[in-house]
């Protein structure tokens, strides 16, 4: 059974940092791309960055030069690094696995791990 | 960036009745890359569709996808119970992925 499971949420001040895990199980880790998307308490779903399996990264503008995404596949844990905080970063952060068939469509997703940002 | 529209924001409907969702592209999306997403309140996301018509595993058959180009569609055929939750939109282009605003299907 895959399983995702996110932690290292919290609230932390403006301009703080934080680090996400997500612990995968239950699939071949190294060989899908993962995601993290978030989502803001009350609103849609954004997507924040992607890492594939060789380990090239990509990240939403919005975060671009902040945040970092890496994985250790001898771990199977996807990590969010998460610089330079702000209000509008607090959100509930899913990590998601991308599906094999190459359709950039996240087919297995977390519970979630909030993130709150404030003085 | 291509930004999705979804439209209506919200909707309400009787259990049984028929649902379609829009979801409008700012710019041309490969069919291969639009999924849709259902998510329930305390929820994550829960695949439904991806290539824009073809239903992710364990997925019922009233749920169908449809469209190209700028304008893709989401149906529910017979509305249960278990429907009622917000839909997303969801694609991939020039490095970036983005999501629709979502729309809200409520009990009326």
Known sequence: EVQLVESGGGLIQPGGSLRLSCAASGFTFSSYAMSWVRQAPGKGLEWVSVIFGGDSTYYADSVKGRFTISRDNSKNTLYLQMNSLRAEDTAVYYCARESIRGYRDFDYWGQGTLVTVSS | ?108
């Not at chain 2, 409907?13 to 890359?33: D, I, K, M, N």
């Not at chain 2, 700028?70 to 020039?94: H, K």
């Open chain 2, 1 to 108: 960036e291509t930004v999705l529209t979804q439209s209506p924001d919200t909707l309400s409907l009787s259990p049984g009745e028929r649902v379609t969702l829009s979801c409008r592209a700012s710019q041309s999306v490969s069919s291969s890359y639009l999924a849709w997403y259902q998510q329930k309140p305390g929820q994550a996301p829960n695949l439904l569709i991806y290539g824009a018509s073809s239903r992710a595993t364990g997925i019922p058959d009233r749920f169908s996808g449809s469209g190209s180009g700028t304008d893709f569609t989401l149906t529910i055929s017979r509305l249960e119970p278990e429907d009622f939750a917000v839909y997303y939109c969801q694609q991939y282009g020039d490095s970036q992925l983005t999501f629709g605003g979502g729309t809200k299907v409520e009990i009326k």
